[in-house]
């Protein structure tokens, strides 16, 4: 890396030490991102961003403070770390329980992410093309409108802290998609290739290229248009069967943001929302059906979560949260997990340098199960398979949810029948997990790139290894 | 000249020598600055300020157009801005929807700003939350308060050259008791408007009010929906409703001159002293009237989307309008008319023959004080015309099952309560509902409004809307917390 500015992180750490915190740290962040979008043919929007700053945290007491600028130089960073002082000081007029930080080893490191083709030294005419291309197949196939979107982003990150960490870090990430819809009579149907988001991942402009937008556009539209008259999906409990993509989105949903300890501890109480988990019950708590395994694993090389070092400087380490349908783990920060007597963080990121990093779920997903979707289908007798997210709802708790999903078919006597429209299914987080009976092998971790939580708002990027399974009872056909 | 309208005709000017005279630019540059006091569990746990300035350009040269942007405004950081458009520009197709630039415009007479909010440090915050904690009595609280400046400057290459400040404050607060939380919340142009003691007051009586919550069945009920609930549905409306960009693509419900809403019901969006007066394109904000007593007359565009529809841009272009869509974000449900007749109410055979005591609903006609009980004072005329339904405080993490009709699918919050014969008599658990919101104000559904309309903060940032309590008559509650 020719540049670097642990300087710059490293005045902002000792200014604010030198202003009375106890505790300090700086990021200093350099971020690209580049956005195209393209409609029915056409580019619609290209945007490419630059952004550069320094984020300070302080810990005055056991209040914290926080404040960011964007300027780089020794003036600003010094006082950007005198400030993250005084806003902890204020802070104090309202205070609460003593603060602790677990150890995390510090120490110097570095770390990249994988990347064979850099997504930004791609060519805007090969981008736009490629959406131009698969936007405009899916108009000639018969859409009604084609919308296809690619992102990237491609941040430089320099950590310093008292506590002696000084780490950098280079995260590419992309990703794309393209959406065809159709219009019937007072309504809309979509198909999305190859996730109602796309597809994102901690890898290079080659995560794209293996998407083959363009070869798929055609089936969206066609599937688009089917929908239009395909019949809607039946009310009832029924046995449910969903794509992994889908499934993903539910981990993301009702176990990802159940077991972050911020929300556990009630510090998201007003907006984000608490957690139906108690930590009383960590450990023994049945979470899931024995085929429930899920783990909190930054450390999946390519996928959309994973890094070397969090934003606190915990190294990426593998942990399990759910093992056997029972709930052994949180995702933790330095101070949170302190709070709750464990001795483990590494779940702590912010969206850039002006925002404080908080607890976020890095990637969170199931291990395989012994099943294929092939056999899972093959062993229904009678139920829907969903698959591909148009909605999501789901309450403060994390526990009642109702999803949309874009198709369904019939399941009957263990074949794939007619497509369904307007599938929809609802349940209650731990009944719903508990009733998984069937689980397939064929993994994929599905990035999600647009995690809102925080105030200010935040967006957070998040991965979740999830495959085809099974559900029984489950409540289906939910409409106004 | 503010350093952001500076930094703009910098920017405009380089674009010029780099990319040649025939060169279309506009440049928009603002410094935000945003600070905001969290807490939980009835202490600070986050505080946080960031000072930023982003110089954004668009530029089109050759029949191309792309964008950017920049926080690294010293000269280095804007000529990197203008090379990298100016290189991006030789390599992406053709631009067939460009529409050109604002012309010069002069822009609309707007309120000032307060210098005290956007200068408030940290302790004015922290003082507010301290109080809301106190005045909650010991129960737990958690929330924000939060102050936002912003300078704007314009400019593009047309001759339009523009400026304009801004500045807000919130807060927004729970107290929680026995597993029901309470909640109030405000949006006001002036620091000192914000009284943390007074929503902490609310915030606690509703969480008294929410104990022993019963469990009702999924069904059609009557609803009293106070200003923070009916927040959602102007939410829901300005995003996928009367987006420009999805009305020219035929995804909105939106009929322009057709009586789509009850008569009672008029909409407009109102950006002047809530926002800067201008939008990225450099189009100045004005008030924009969407439905005008249930017919809709109007959506927001940008240029683009107003070209495709044979319009003009109503000032609401953003970094993301093109690809997202235009979408207002200071909407106003207008409240009950000053002289008390409620039109809505007229001939609907509603129990509300009590409508004079709506003409001002933040009396509560039956004296007490705001703080006590759970209705919101500016609900509480509305709940006693109500026969049998539902109180609800707050809609949450609502999501489109069906944008055409925009079918929405979310949860209750905050308190919910039954309510017979005017008279609260039980608190209800969180429900799930389905309704199509379109429909739920639609002519005929609209049994009551609340005469005072109050500025409800966004809970991420950016937005506002004001709104008064609305009384409905249906709204479609289909599982509870059980399933």
Known sequence: MSVDHFDEAGTAVQAALDAGARYADARVMLRRTETMSARDGEVEDLSSDESAGVGVRALVGSSWGFYAVPDL?????????????????????????????????????SWASECTIDPISVPLSVKGDLLVAATAA???????????????????????????????????????????????????????????RGQYGTRGWELVDELALTDNAARMADEARALLTAPLCPSGETTLILGGEQLALQIHESVGHAIELDRILGWEAAFAGTSWLDLDRLGTLRYGSDLMTITIDPTIPGALGSFGYDDEGSPAVKRDAVRNG????????????????LDYAGSVRSDGWARLPMVRMTNVGLEPGPHTL??????????????INRSW????????????????????????????????????????????????????????????????AQVGHTGHPAAPARFTNVRVGVRG | MSTELDLAARVVELTRRLAGPGAEAEVIAVHSAEALTRFANSAIHQNVADATTTVRLRLHVDGRTVAGSTTVSEAAGLQSLVERAVEASRLVPPDPAWTGLTPPTPLRSSPGFDEATAAAGPHERAARVRDFVRAAGGLETAGFCRTTYASGGFANTAGQIIEGRTAEAAMDGIARLDGADGMARRAAPRLTDLDGAALGTRAAAKARAGARARELPPGRYEVVLEPTAV???????????????????????????????????????EPLGATLPFDLEGTPRDTLVLVDNGRTTAVSHDRTSAAEVGAASTGHASAVSRSWGPIASNLRLAPAPANGTLASQAGKGSQAGNGSQARNGSQAGNGAPDGAGPTAASARALVRGMRRGLLITDLWYTRVLDQKSLVITGLTR?????????????AVGNMRFTQSYPQ???????????????ALPDRWSGVRYTAPALHLKFWNLTGNASG
Request: hydrophobic share 40%.
């Open chain 1, 374 to 387: 092939d056999e899972i289908i093959a062993a229904t007798d009678d139920g829907v398979l969903m698959d």
């Open chain 2, 440 to 454: 739920a104000l639609g002519p005929g559904a609209v049994l009551g409004i609340g005469a005072e309309a109050i």
């Open chain 2, 231 to 269: 927040a959602d549905l102007l939410d829901n409306l300005a995003v996928f409703g009367f987006n420009g960009r999805a009305f020219a693509q035929h995804q909105s419900f939106a009929e322009l001159g057709a009586q789509q809403f009850d008569e009672a019901v008029t909409i407009a969006d």
């Open chain 1, 393 to 456: 709802s789901i309450d403060d708790r994390r526990l009642n949810f109702q999803f949309g999903c874009e198709i369904g078919w019939e399941i009957k006597k263990g074949r794939r029948g007619r497509m369904l429209r307007n599938p929809t299914y609802t349940g209650i987080g731990p009944k719903f997990w508990q009733s998984m009976d069937m689980l397939s092998s064929e993994i994929v971790a599905w990035g999600t790139p647009n995690c809102g939580k925080g105030q200010p």
């Open chain 1, 138 to 196: 899916a108009r000639d196939a018969g859409a009604d409108l084609a919308e296809g979107l690619y992102q990237i982003w491609d941040t430089r990150k320099w950590f310093v802290s008292s506590d002696g960490h000084r780490i950098d870090q280079h995260i590419r990430e992309c990703g794309a998609g393209i959406t065809a819809s159709a219009y019937g009579d007072g309504e809309i149907q979509r198909r999305s290739w190859p996730s109602h």
């Open chain 2, 414 to 426: 905050n308190g919910v309560w039954l309510v017979e014969d005017g008279e609260v008599t039980a």
């Open chain 1, 326 to 341: 029972r709930w052994v783990g949180v995702l933790a920060g330095r101070d949170s997990a302190a709070m709750a007597g």
């Open chain 1, 73 to 109: 130089s020794d003036g600003a960073a010094r006082a950007a770390g005198r400030r993250a002082a005084e806003i902890a000081a204020a802070s104090a007029l309202v205070p609460g329980p003593a603060v602790d930080l677990v150890p995390t080893g510090a120490g110097s490191a």
